[in-house]
């Protein structure tokens, strides 16, 4: 449709069809089958508002879809086609590594290849817009959802954010394997206070502006059809019914001219927020804040077509929205063709490919981070005795909390993808005990893998896992979190292992030391007893479909790891929010006040965390020399080249990644200790050496200053490059006048 074609569509429909295009329902509402998430119950809507609803989310598979969207064509008083949306977070059945993990693998090209494969399952299987990427940044591992984020950086999440809509939307939402991106949660979701999932966030606007908003921006710059909001407050105001947020910064400032929806139930929440009222009023604030789309509340359709009749609001707003949503229909295509890609006969040979589980398995590789590595005990060797225990030697599941689309049957254990690199003769499996434990009780876990072990058969695994331990030469630990714990509502305020598996990691280290850890988390955990009795680490999040595949290939050194932290790991849970890019104080602590008093410290604790952003440990090793500069002072229109050299030192192939760290020394506002500016992957072979180049230009100089605009101010600054954050490699330089 033409674009005046779409506005004459709308200036023929009714005021209460426009309305129910902005209405959102499960797919369970038309059957009747519907689980409520959240602390709302499930609602049941009119008939004739089913009829005429405008989106659909939660179905999937191409012949459900098409009967489903035949049927409401039918039904609609236009034959306006309904979109379908769905969460494909990381991978459609087809699963790769979590956000977090991606994000460690410091390849946004990586990601979206993965993002173009699963809008490829997605679209064959009738989805036309996936809930993602979640772009929120993240500093507190206690919050359960830093698993959908890919990190503490801003530079980075910008970067993967921009490459996830590319990967998802392709240059055309009408060619074929294409689905329409969301960018969430807008804004500040990540920054939820004590780390507790929906709780409100507090930030200056400073803070806000300058950490949070960057990635949503990079998102919505790199065209992002829809964006969600969050549940949050901002600024004491519920982000859903915030005029300031929506209208002026996501509308005027960031140019979004796409659809705005709310996440589940967000509109109704404004009330327990203290923020409305009643129903009536939520639905009044939400529409002038231009929220497009009621996903389940059923407020929309209830409220807006009696407060545009009574004068309360003008028909304008129900206009624009109403418009919003039909142009995206129409860049999808689904005026000419409703079906868009959804076709049974495709879901059988594009779903689970081999292609698909390829870029997989690559995707899970790049991303797994190699925390320590003492005398050099990795990779295996195959002449080893080695013992393989705990409950990810075993479990399927390893996929994270938003894959419930995929199916465990699907994915190879650890023990069977072990079994394929190396024969069964000098190895041995132990489940050593169950994830959780038959003491762990908590609600929402029923879901999780079942383990009906009891006690008696937990003794009986531990003891025979201890049993393999001592007789072997090596043990390799494989714990975690549950895939449940976390994700959505599942934050914690302890972040080590489950007891079970403590209990289980004491009695294997009691009688080997040489214990090579295997962690799946999706999050930063407290690894300081794991790491200080553990002779290697290596952290693999939830690695999806191929992960044990790439674990076990890792392992006996067929592919060497190269990842990156995205997030920095606590020393304990009581340094958290924890990150690189602070803030300095006027008494920081530095190596020559180490040892006094009267600075900015814990007095039982470090400072810095465990392991920092950035860091991570090759099968090799790297040398990297001092910095040289072209120059030493520029001015805004020049640029200055830094330059080091990097050296495979070790006796295997490596891959490094570079990262370069900028530091203004005095500004008109306090500037963070350090800020990532840029990375680059380099791959050596043992003895080669290479130069490395990055280029500093004066907009990487810029800064939200103490006017409120964008820009860079004359000064000195500090120049890093290194294989982390924090690396002491230093140069200075000017930006002159």
């Known amino acids: 449709m033409t674009e005046k074609e779409l506005k004459a569509l709308l200036a023929d429909m009714t005021l209460e069809e426009k309305v129910d295009q902005m209405n959102q329902v499960a797919a369970g509402m038309f059957s009747g089958d519907i689980t409520a998430m959240g602390p709302m119950a499930a609602k049941l809507y009119p008939p004739e508002v089913l009829a005429r609803t405008g989106s659909v989310l939660g179905g999937m598979g191409a012949e459900a879809l098409k009967k489903l969207q035949k049927e409401q064509?039918?039904?609609?008083?236009?034959?306006?086609?309904?979109?379908?949306?769905?969460?494909?977070?990381?991978?459609?059945k087809t699963v790769y590594?979590?956000?977090?993990?991606?994000g460690a693998s410091f390849d946004p090209e990586l990601s979206r290849e993965c993002a173009a494969m699963a809008a490829e399952e997605?679209?064959?299987?009738?989805?036309?817009?996936?809930?993602?990427?979640?772009?929120?940044?993240?500093?507190?591992?206690?919050?359960?959802?830093?698993?959908?984020?890919?990190?503490?950086?801003?530079?980075?999440?910008?970067?993967?954010?921009?490459?996830?809509?590319?990967?998802?939307?392709?240059?055309?939402?009408?060619?074929?394997?294409?689905?329409?991106?969301?960018?969430k949660h807008f804004a500040g979701y990540g920054g939820a206070t004590a780390g507790r999932d929906y709780n409100t966030v507090e930030l200056s606007e400073h803070t806000f502006r300058e950490f949070y908003l960057r990635s949503y921006e990079a998102g919505v710059k790199a065209g992002a059809a829809m964006v969600m909001t969050s549940f949050n407050t901002v600024n004491g105001t519920?982000?859903?019914?915030?005029?300031?947020?929506?209208?002026?910064?996501?509308?005027?400032?960031?140019?979004?001219?796409?659809?705005?929806?709310?996440?589940?139930?967000?509109?109704?929440?404004?009330?327990?927020?203290g923020y409305c009222a009643d129903r009536k009023e939520a639905a009044i604030r939400a529409i002038r804040a231009g929220v497009d789309i009621d996903m389940m509340t059923g407020i929309y359709s209830e409220q807006l077509a009696k407060l545009v009749k009574e004068g309360t609001i003008p028909e304008s707003l129900v206009d624009e929205a109403c418009l919003r949503i039909l142009t995206l229909k129409n860049k999808l295509g689904l005026?000419?063709?409703?079906?868009?890609?959804?076709?049974?006969?495709?879901?059988?040979?594009?779903?689970?490919?081999?292609?698909?589980?390829?870029?997989a398995k690559k995707a899970a590789?790049?991303?797994?981070?190699?925390?320590?590595?003492?005398?050099?005990?990795?990779?295996?060797?195959k002449t080893s005795k080695i013992a393989f225990v705990g409950p990810y030697v075993k479990s399927r599941n390893l996929f994270g909390s938003w894959s419930f689309i995929a199916e465990a049957k699907d994915v190879e254990n650890l023990?069977?993808?072990?079994?394929?690199?190396?024969?069964?003769?000098?190895?041995?499996?132990?489940?050593?005990?169950?994830?959780?434990?038959?003491?762990?009780?908590?609600?929402?876990?029923?879901?999780?893998?079942?383990?009906?072990?009891?006690?008696?058969?937990?003794?009986?695994?531990?003891?025979?896992?201890?049993?393999?331990?001592?007789?072997?030469?090596?043990?390799?630990l494989a714990v975690g979190e549950d895939r449940l714990q976390s994700g959505e509502a599942a934050s914690r305020g302890m972040l080590d292992l489950p007891e079970v598996q403590k209990r289980l990691f004491d009695a294997v280290t009691a009688v080997n030391e040489n214990v090579v850890t295997v962690l799946f988390s999706g999050r930063p955990l407290d690894l300081r007893e794991v790491s200080a009795k553990s002779k290697?680490?290596?952290?693999?999040?939830?690695?999806?479909?191929?992960?044990?595949?790439?674990?076990?290939?890792?392992?006996?050194?067929?592919?060497?790891?190269?990842?990156?932290?995205p997030m920095s790991f606590p020393y304990c849970v009581g340094q958290v929010p924890v990150h690189y890019n602070a803030y300095s104080t006027g008494r920081p602590v530095t190596s020559k006040n180490a040892g006094e008093r009267f600075h900015s410290r814990y007095i039982d604790i470090p400072n810095q965390p465990l392991y920092s952003f950035g860091y991570g440990l090759s099968y090799t090793d790297f040398e990297i020399s001092g910095i040289t500069l072209d120059r030493e002072e520029m001015k805004a229109s020049e640029t200055i080249h830094a330059s080091v050299t990097v050296k495979n030192t070790g006796d295997r192939e490596g891959t490094e990644t570079l990262q370069l760290y900028l530091h203004d020394k005095a500004a008109s506002v306090v500037r963070p200790v350090k800020e990532l500016k840029g990375f680059q992957k380099i791959t050596l072979q043992p003895g080669e050496e290479k130069k490395v180049t990055f280029a500093i230009t004066e907009e990487m100089l810029r800064f939200l200053t103490e006017d409120g605009v964008w820009a860079s101010e004359p000064g000195a600054f500090d120049l890093y490059i290194g294989g982390a954050s924090n690396t002491e490699n230093q140069a200075v330089f000017k930006l002159t006048e």
């Open 335 to 359: 005026f000419e063709n409703p079906f868009k890609d959804a076709d049974e006969a495709k879901e059988k040979t594009v779903i689970r490919s081999e292609k698909h589980r390829a870029l």
């Open 122 to 183: 997605a679209a064959v299987s009738g989805v036309h817009v996936t809930f993602a990427p979640m772009t929120d940044l993240v500093r507190d591992a206690r919050w359960g959802r830093v698993m959908e984020s890919t990190g503490e950086d801003p530079y980075l999440n910008s970067l993967f954010c921009a490459a996830m809509v590319k990967g998802f939307q392709g240059d055309d939402l009408r060619e074929e394997g294409q689905v329409a991106a969301c960018v």
């Open 365 to 381: 590789a790049e991303s797994f981070v190699l925390l320590k590595n003492e005398k050099k005990i990795l990779p295996l060797k």
């Open 415 to 476: 023990e069977e993808a072990l079994k394929k690199v190396e024969t069964e003769e000098n190895m041995t499996f132990s489940r050593g005990s169950s994830v959780l434990g038959t003491a762990f009780k908590l609600q929402g876990f029923e879901e999780s893998e079942k383990e009906d072990f009891t006690e008696e058969e937990e003794l009986a695994m531990l003891e025979e896992a201890v049993k393999a331990a001592k007789e072997a030469e090596i043990v390799v």
């Open 536 to 565: 290697a680490l290596l952290e693999v999040w939830m690695p999806g479909t191929e992960g044990a595949a790439a674990i076990a290939e890792v392992l006996f050194g067929e592919q060497t790891p190269q990842g990156k932290l």
């Open 73 to 92: 064509i039918e039904k609609q008083p236009h034959k306006i086609p309904m979109l379908f949306m769905l969460d494909v977070i990381n991978g459609f």
């Open 238 to 273: 519920p982000a859903t019914g915030n005029r300031w947020l929506m209208r002026r910064i996501l509308r005027e400032e960031m140019g979004f001219d796409g659809v705005l929806i709310s996440d589940w139930a967000a509109i109704e929440e404004m009330i327990p927020h």
């Open 97 to 102: 590594p979590i956000p977090l993990g991606q």
